[in-house]
């Protein structure tokens, strides 16, 4: 899935966000183990409601899970949670 596939990363809500990480198979640590300027924390954060990611970030967060998901799957997320 190309980066213009994917769905707007301002659309997505925290607890779709929680999702996305688990379907793809990632536990909070592992995400910062991939993305090395991001931190559990942030994704925390992101995933409560309390903060959130800069753009970019959120965009190359959403990248790390679609790598793991159909296109399907992320949009049914997306679209339902």
Do not use: C, K
């Amino acid at each position: 899935m190309g980066a213009s596939d994917l769905a707007d990363p301002d659309g997505i809500s925290p607890l779709a966000w929680r999702l996305l990480r688990v379907a793809a198979g990632y536990e909070q640590r592992a995400v910062e183990r991939e993305i090395g300027e991001l931190m559990q924390a942030h994704v925390s954060m992101l995933e409560s409601g309390n903060r959130s990611l800069s753009r970019a970030r959120r965009t190359t967060l959403l990248e790390l899970y679609a790598a793991e998901l159909s296109e399907e799957q992320i949009q049914a997320i997306v679209d339902h949670f």
